[in-house]
C-alpha cells in the first residue's frame, strides 16, 4: 500500500470514496469544496493506493482556534477519513492518519483536531479537546472531539475551533476565513 498526495485525475475516485463510506455526498462535498478553497493543501490531502487504484482518503485542511481574548490562532483539522467499503479493516485508515501526523509534525503544526470516533483516534494519540482547553463550536460528546498536540504546540493553543465556508456542508457553524 503506497501513501501519497492525490492526484488532481483522482478526485472523482476520492469523491467516490467517501460517497460509499459515508453513505451519501456530504463528506465528498466537503471535500470539493476544501479544494476549491484557501485552505486546500495539497500535500495534506492523502490517498492509499493499493495496485496504482486509490482506496482510502485523508484531507487536513486549516481551522481557527479563537481564544477567549479574541485572538485567532492556525491549527488543523482532520476531516474528513474515509475508506472504500471493500477494503476497510485493512490498514489503510491507520497508514492514512499516521502519514498525515508525520506530514504536518515535519512542517511545524501545533496540533491536530478531529471529530470521530472514540474508540479510534487515540491510538494515534488524541485526546479529548477539552482536556486542552478546546471547545468545538457544536455540541458533540466530549469523547468524540479530540486534540493531538504535536512537537510545536503550547497551552496558548485553546478557545474555541472555527470552520471555513466548506464545512458548511456537514452541519458545521463556519467562522473562519472565507
Known sequence: MEIRPERPEEYARVEQIHTLAFGGPREARVVALVRQSPFYRPELSLVAVVEGEPVGHILFSEVGLQDETGIMRKGVVLAPLAVHPAFQNLGAGKHL?????????????????????????????????????????????????MAKPLSAYTPAYRGIVRYPAAFAEVGYPVEYGL
Do not use: D, T
Not at 130 to 141: K, N, S, T, Y
Open 97 to 145: 492518519v499516521e502519514a498525515g501526523l508525520a506530514r504536518l509534525e515535519a512542517l511545524g503544526a501545533p496540533l491536530v483536531l478531529v471529530r470521530g470516533h472514540a474508540h479510534y483516534y487515540p491510538r494515534f494519540g488524541f485526546v479529548p479537546s477539552e482536556q486542552l482547553g478546546i471547545r468545538p463550536p457544536f455540541a458533540v460528546a466530549p469523547e468524540e472531539y
